[in-house]
């Protein structure tokens, strides 16, 4: 009997480039992903990340995050307010009418 030949089976372009991990268990999340899971703008993510903690790598020009760090640091309450976050507060209040109601 004759050997036919055939073509290997094409991986659809939103699958997986890894067949035995579905799409739905990756862990890595790109930045305007990161982004939309947090509910915040990009630019903000890029900034919390690095010295305030928020888990991220900067791999070539391109940001990842990965989900379980940042479910674990939204799960972990604040530490205590350091220099740097009382400097960003510096004239929040400034105008604030209601400001001598609270203190």
Known sequence: MPRVRTKPPQTPSNASPLPHVALKTVDVLTLAEAAAYLRVAQAEVVRMV??????????????????TALDQWLRTPPGPSTKESLLALTGAW????HVEEVA
Not at 50 to 67: M, N, V, Y
């Open 50 to 67: 690095g010295p305030r903690g928020r888990p991220g790598r900067l791999i070539g020009s391109e940001w990842r995050f990965s989900k």
């Open 94 to 97: 400034k105008d604030d009418p």
